[in-house]
């Protein structure tokens, strides 16, 4: 009887607590149906709707068209009835007459996605314009349904389509030459639809990204001879496909800790596939979306990580001049193991891993696509930045639409000790210039701001440079190990399902044991900038500290720097916790009896408004 009041006081203290967020209606909701709890973790009664693809696509690299049939099997697990299906047509974002972010070249507009054929458990739907059951808005289509989907009942969708692959403005997927595409925002795609939201029917306009339900995969890519196919997902074929000498550099790669060159340049002067044409075969059983890449007179490195329960195939596609490309699969084995055991220290996800050269740093499910970068260190950065992805949004099923900075934030985050490790450098300098810049002419806007409303700087800061100060900031609160504590709670609760904000902030008041709302406030749901000042220093008959204001109103960490008249320097820390009562100075014992020069102020962890400049104090000459 004594557990059982000890409980349920403990859930009224945690109901208590959530009121000092904001929440909005949906979500209530969601707790009041228990698909989602308090405590953060998922709810009793969540649920997640099934989905199973399989596609099969042929690309002509000359024309640039993309034909594709699917049938993807549909489950409702939900308890509503549903009465239309949304799908999403992603190339539409090319379309005349669509809503983007930003403007782009004539050349670069198009018709479109053309629905071939449509038809729903065998049944044709009318495809043409003058539809009374098909709707199609910017980039999403809506099927109304001739037949309710029940409760766990389940529906056979099967359509044909074809677009112009974009070449003018590739936006995250494109043809960039004749022997180049990353293929992305391709397929007619299932919408989300969750316990909060219903249905996803935000449009795709180029700046927020996806929100992908966890499906099956089993996808046919048929391209001409010599052309090297990379995909999310394992290859299924690559006996039928790769020529005897490429095949058994590829098998060798897959047992190999040692980096295999499955494709050299001596290759390329010679056919590296078989026939006219091939298909290659990619499964996966679980991943919330898909992307492929096709490349010709592209060099091929391979290598398996061995982690605890499982192998990992990581492999890079470049081209020839692209110098840094060499060292991609190194670093990406690297980021793998610091992931799996350091940061967040979740074992790998996923099966596979590959880096393709084509343009931009675009993260997609066990495939990136990254351009050449200028230097070594940046190389680190991009892959690794990438990489992190795979947890989020990626294995955590984040919708990024809504809230891009869990995922952008995270990654980062938590690259930067293997980014230092690895390249050397202060991975963060870049960002937080970038960010202060920014500020001078910007109002830094909220991360909870749904994100799909942000466009351009306002996105960028929000999602990247606050978001990821934040994190840092939560760690320096709680100490890495209670940290990495609540991340992997967050992680092992919530894999492959759909989290909120409100679920990650309320794990970590779980885990560490107190409301932490004094903390989510300022960070996430209310207007503040990173700004810390020294206001003077006191020697009080022995007693030394600073005065550190706090103008910008951000829970930071103080970061001091002593330099003493010995020549000697010490570092000297204030938690975060500081600021819990909302004082806007506060005091920092220097705690020594030596004589002090300067005292500085800041850290490369710590964002600032003025990140370039140095904020010193004289000491006691």
């Known amino acids: 009887m004594k557990t059982i009041i000890t409980f349920f006081l403990l859930s009224i203290i945690l109901v208590s607590q959530t009121t000092d967020l904001y929440i909005p209606q949906p ?3 969601a707790y009041q149906k228990e698909t989602r709890s308090y405590n953060g973790a998922p709810g009793k009664n969540y649920w997640l709707n099934e989905i199973n693809y399989i596609i099969k696509a042929e690309v002509d690299p000359i024309t640039k068209i993309l034909d594709g049939q699917l049938a993807v099997r549909y489950v409702n697990n939900s308890p509503d009835t549903l009465k239309e299906i949304v ?10 007459g669509t809503v983007r972010d930003w403007q782009i070249p004539k050349n670069a507009v198009n018709d479109g996605v053309l629905i071939k054929k449509l038809s729903i458990d065998l049944k044709e739907y009318d495809v043409s314009d003058t539809s009374r059951s098909i709707s199609r808005v ?5 099927i109304k349904l001739d037949e309710p989907l029940n409760p766990k009942d389940e529906l056979l969708i099967e359509t044909k389509w074809s677009f112009p ?11 960039y030459s004749d022997t180049s595409m990353f293929i992305a925002y391709w397929y007619p795609k299932i919408a989300v639809y969750d316990d909060i939201h219903g249905w996803d029917e935000i449009t795709y306009a180029g700046t927020a990204e996806m929100y992908s339900s966890v499906a099956s995969f089993n996808v046919e890519i048929t391209v001409p001879q010599n052309y090297v196919v990379w995909a999310t997902g394992v290859l299924e074929n690559p006996d039928e496909i790769l020529t005897d000498n490429i095949f058994e550099r590829y ?10 060159n499955i494709i050299t340049e001596e290759d390329l002067h010679s056919d590296v596939t078989k026939g006219e044409f091939t298909t290659w075969k990619f499964k996966t059983d679980k991943a919330p979306d898909f992307a ?3 490349g010709k007179n592209y060099l091929w490195d391979g290598v398996t990580v061995k982690l605890k329960d499982r192998k990992v195939f990581v492999d890079a596609g470049y081209l020839k001049e692209s110098v840094n490309f060499k060292e991609v699969v190194r670093i990406s084995t690297e980021a793998i193991k610091f992931h799996s055991f350091e940061m967040p220290g979740v074992i790998f996800p996923y099966p596979t891993f590959t880096v393709f050269n084509g343009r931009g740093g675009m993260e997609f499910p066990m495939i990136v696509n990254d351009s050449e970068a200028r230097t070594y260190e940046s190389t680190v950065g991009l892959t690794t930045h990438e990489l992190a992805h795979t947890y989020f949004p990626f294995y955590m099923g984040i919708n990024e639409r809504r809230y891009a900075f869990l995922d952008e934030g995270w990654a980062v985050f938590s690259p930067t000790k293997i980014q230092r490790r690895l390249g050397e450098y202060n991975p963060l300098e870049g960002r937080f210039k970038v960010q202060e810049r920014q500020l001078e002419t910007i109002l830094e806007v909220p991360p909870m701001t749904p994100s799909f409303l942000l466009k351009g700087t306002h996105y960028r800061v929000a999602s990247y440079s606050r978001s990821a100060g934040a994190l840092f900031a939560l760690e320096e609160l709680l100490g890495e190990e209670l940290f990495l504590n609540a991340m992997q709670t967050f992680i092992y609760e919530w894999k492959e399902k759909h989290p909120t904000p409100y679920d990650f902030f309320f794990t970590f008041d ?7 709302s004094w903390f989510w406030k300022p960070w996430f749901f209310e207007f503040h900038s990173p700004e810390l ?7 009080d008959g022995g007693r030394k500290y600073v005065k550190v204001s706090n103008d910008g109103g951000l829970p930071l960490p103080i970061k001091l720097k002593i330099y003493f008249a010995d020549n000697s320097e010490k570092i000297i820390s204030a938690s975060p916790r500081v600021w819990k009562s909302g004082d806007k100075i506060v005091e920092v014992d220097l705690n020594t009896e030596k004589e002090i020069l300067e005292i500085e102020l800041g850290d490369e962890l710590v964002p600032d408004i003025n990140y370039n400049k140095r904020k010193i104090l004289k000491g006691d000459n």
């Open 533 to 539: 000042n020294l206001v003077e220093y006191i020697n």
């Open 87 to 96: 799908m999403h047509l992603y190339p539409d974002l090319f379309k005349a």
């Open 138 to 142: 910017t980039t999403n289509m809506k």
């Open 251 to 260: 098998s060798k790669a897959q047992e190999s800790e040692e980096i295999i």
């Open 292 to 294: 492929f890449a096709l």
């Open 510 to 516: 779980r885990v560490a044991k107190e409301n932490l």
């Open 27 to 29: 979500i209530k909701r």
């Open 165 to 175: 692959i974009p070449e003018h403005r590739p936006v995250r997927t494109g043809a």
